[in-house]
């Protein structure tokens, strides 16, 4: 039993257990399809332009409902904003399978992956802020990292068995089912949220009109974000790391069966996203031992930057499938390690009042580059090849290096 859990009390123990389950439940949900979901869109018809635009749409759907969705949760409770997220989410879950079904043209990609993107939103930052504030509350005193790096472990455990369940059932079944499945579980989420999650260390204020709380909330995400200079310029490089990572990951799945040479081996495209929730795992578990090799947590953000690009770009170049796989799995490890530490990093400079909406306007700018980057990327990959876009990604993850740099000179006590 590690320090943290040790000296933990009942009640934080409780509030970690349910974000555990909460995270279990998403990511299993969520990975059943992570594996085959560009297969899925490819077979419905799309090119890879038009299935990484279709990503963009959803993306696009993120940027214009985090903030809306940020300040349902500060003005009606994270709880609330996670139970809408569970049923819009479980909604164009089925919608992508019907549409997969009817060979539906391209406009209803778009829109059901813009609506999609909205229940993704319900999310973002509410669960988050949620824990962080009930933590508080409950007297929880030891570092935040701990418990976020437990959810890496959890999530990367959950998305381990859905990705190899989702690619195994794709392979004897059809690409739609893992799809009907992920909307059922999302259902089941629904009501073990509706009966366990309760805002703790939370009191949401609903005395002002929607409009007029939004555009306090706005203001007051970009004081306590953009205005911020401790977080400001990690919030300017998320556009450059994320979209990218999101590129990627989908990207992997069409180029390691071209690698492998089966382009019907879906199983493969699971295992491969198997490879990564590993990976998670590992890197949930390393988190802690990582940051404390640094004095400042943006010198580790930095430093797992610079080794990401070298992997990319080490991955666009390789035409060998074992070691694309190993690339891969050293990708996700990266990814994984450095997320908690980015966490707990932006949770320590953002007030609890205008947390979830903080953080969401974080998300919605790591989402904005992908609304571009994504089919950018995908029409390389058409004109050209999937390593060739890797290559390019990985470039363009170079312009978030010198931002990040000069967030280091704010980075006075990362240990708040």
Request: aromatic share 10%; hydrophobic share 50%; glycine share 10%.
């Amino acid at each position: 039993m590690s320090y943290n859990e040790h000296n933990m009390n009942p009640q934080a123990k409780k509030i970690q257990r349910i974000y555990l389950g909460l995270m279990l439940g998403n990511t299993l949900a969520a990975s059943l399809i992570w594996g085959i979901n560009t297969l899925f869109l490819l077979d419905a018809g799309l090119s890879n332009f038009e299935a990484f635009l279709a990503n963009a749409f959803f993306t696009l759907g993120m940027v214009l409902f985090e903030v809306p969705t940020g300040v349902i949760a500060d003005m009606w409770g994270r709880r609330v904003s996670y139970l809408l997220g569970t049923i819009t989410l479980a909604a164009t879950t089925a919608a992508y399978f019907v549409m997969w079904q009817m060979d539906a043209p391209f406009v209803a990609w778009a829109a059901v992956s813009t609506l999609l993107g909205l229940g993704f939103t319900f999310f973002s930052g509410a669960v988050e802020a949620w824990l962080v504030d009930a933590m508080h509350a409950v007297k929880y005193d030891g570092d935040m990292e701990a418990v976020f790096g437990k959810g890496q472990i959890v999530g990367g455990a959950a998305m381990l068995g859905g990705s190899v369940a989702g690619g195994a059932i794709a392979q004897v079944t059809t690409l739609g089912v893992p799809y009907l499945l992920r909307a059922g579980i999302l259902i089941l989420l629904f009501v073990a949220a509706f009966a366990t999650m309760r805002d703790v260390g939370f009191t949401p204020d609903r005395s002002q009109r929607p409009g007029k709380a939004m555009k306090v909330l706005l203001r007051s995400s970009v004081r306590h974000g953009l205005g911020n200079p401790a977080v400001r310029w990690v919030m300017l490089a998320a556009p450059f790391t994320a979209s990218v990572g999101f590129y990627v990951f989908y990207a992997l799945q069409p180029y390691l069966l071209e690698l492998y040479g089966d382009e019907k081996a879906y199983g493969i495209a699971g295992l491969a996203a198997a490879i990564v929730a590993g990976a998670q795992i590992a890197g949930g578990l390393l988190a802690g031992r990582i940051r404390r090799l640094f004095k400042r947590r943006t010198s580790a953000l930095l430093a797992g930057t610079v080794t990401t690009i070298v992997v990319v770009g080490c991955l666009g170049l390789n035409m060998n499938f074992g070691l694309a796989i190993l690339l891969m799995a050293m990708w996700g490890l990266l990814f994984a390690a450095s997320m908690p530490i980015r966490q707990a990093y932006l949770n320590a400079h953002i007030p609890s009042q205008q947390r979830a909406t903080v953080l969401s306007f974080d998300s919605l700018m790591g989402n904005t580059g992908g609304i571009v980057v994504q089919p950018a990327l995908g029409r390389v990959a058409d004109v050209s090849s999937y390593g060739q876009s890797f290559v390019v990604g990985a470039l363009v993850q170079v312009v978030s290096l010198p931002l990040l740099m000069r967030s280091r000179s704010y980075d006075k006590d990362s240990k708040d």
